[in-house]
């Protein structure tokens, strides 16, 4: 099966990243295709490269990076919600690219679930 | 066609178990993560609601978030199945679309 | 995979359904929902809105913002209709417990009940809540 991810809250402040991430590690596990994780709303957060949490936690930024390293996962940010927060090409961290909603709304046209995580 | 509904606030903050439970048509499944785990918990002021529906919807909740918050599944509504990821994942395959109620 | 351009775009038609259950201004979520909405309709997908809970709040007549210094984005919801987004409804009973009626409203939408919001629902591709 062919998910997307929408995951509209930044890391930390609340589980949806977590919850977001541990899905799509478990979907990946399981032989699913993941068309894209798409972050809107504060999630574009998930991509700053200046994120730097204590080392005995875990970095989410980091990672969503490594997934997408590791599987050729899509890590998409939105452009609009980006801008709104201060999140440019400069501070993206490795696998993210920063795109339009349209990428969103095919993600849902060619997957065969959305999933949401937010709050 | 069935949904799936995830709920994860806890009913005690913000009541969204109830709107999902409003909406939700029988044969539907609604599956606790995050706070919304505390839904699970038999005999609080909040768990009349699901145990009324049970039979009609399958309840599900994601056992690492349960485990997370020191919940013991003795202490969980009965009728209720824990899953973990990969059972969310099969969860999500099996429903036909997915709503969260966010 | 490159956006698709609206006046190219020959793929699939799917049921997309928003859900709108917040109230505008205090939350983010109003606005930048209202954005994917229209998106979806520019993809020429089969676009259902839908405000219940405090979302039958965004539709509201009267907003006035210039005190809080945000945008107004109210009028936008009129501007729907031109962007073939039809199937606008809200929820009886979260009106009815808001205290609104139809003419509280800022735009004409279908007043559905609880249980035909529900079968809306159980028809849909994709369900993205904001």
């Not at chain 1, 062919?2 to 930044?10: D, T």
């Not at chain 2, 599956?31 to 599900?60: P, Q």
């Not at chain 3, 609206?6 to 038609?13: C, K, S």
């Not at chain 3, 939408?109 to 809540?129: C, K, P, Y």
Request: with cysteine.
């Amino acid at each position: 099966m062919k998910f997307g991810i929408l995951v509209n809250e930044g890391p930390f402040t609340h589980q949806a990243s977590d919850s977001a991430y541990q899905f799509t590690k478990a979907a990946i596990e399981k032989g699913h295709e993941i068309v894209r994780v798409f972050f809107y709303h504060d999630g574009v957060n998930n991509s700053n490269k200046l994120a730097d949490p204590p080392s005995d936690d875990r970095n989410l930024v980091k990672l969503w990076s490594d997934l997408a390293a590791e599987h050729g996962v899509e890590l998409i940010v939105c452009v609009a919600a980006a801008m709104r927060r201060g999140i440019n090409d400069d501070l993206l961290a490795a696998g993210f690219k920063i795109s339009g909603l349209g990428q969103l709304v095919e993600a849902g046209i060619i997957g065969d679930r959305l999933v949401t995580f937010g709050d | 066609m069935a949904l799936l509904h995830t709920v994860n606030k806890s009913p005690f903050e913000r009541n969204v178990i109830s709107d999902c439970l409003r909406l939700a048509k029988d044969g539907s499944a609604i599956l606790l993560i995050e706070d919304g785990v505390y839904a699970a918990l038999e005999g609080t002021s909040a768990s009349d609601e699901i145990t009324r529906r049970n039979g009609s919807i399958k309840f599900f909740a994601l056992g690492p978030d349960i485990e997370a918050r020191g919940l013991s599944e003795k202490s969980l509504i009965e009728g209720l199945t824990l899953v973990d990821y990969s059972g969310f994942v099969d969860l999500v395959e099996e429903y036909n679309s997915v709503q969260s109620w966010l | 995979m490159e956006d698709f351009e609206d006046d190219e775009f020959d793929g699939p038609i799917k049921k997309f359904m928003y859900v709108n259950r917040k109230a505008p201004y205090g939350t983010v979520y109003a606005l930048e929902g209202l954005e994917v909405v229209l998106i979806t309709a520019a993809f020429d997908q089969d676009v259902s809105l839908v405000f219940v809970d405090d979302g039958v709040f965004q539709i509201k007549k009267d907003q006035e913002t210039t005190g809080i210094n945000m945008k107004n984005f109210s009028p936008i919801y009129r501007a729907l209709e031109g962007y073939d987004v039809e199937k606008i409804c809200a929820e009886k009973e979260s009106l009815e417990s808001r205290g609104l009626s139809e003419d509280d409203l800022v735009i004409p939408v279908e007043i559905l009940s609880s249980a035909e919001i529900s079968e809306l629902m159980d028809a849909q591709d994709v369900i993205v809540t904001f």
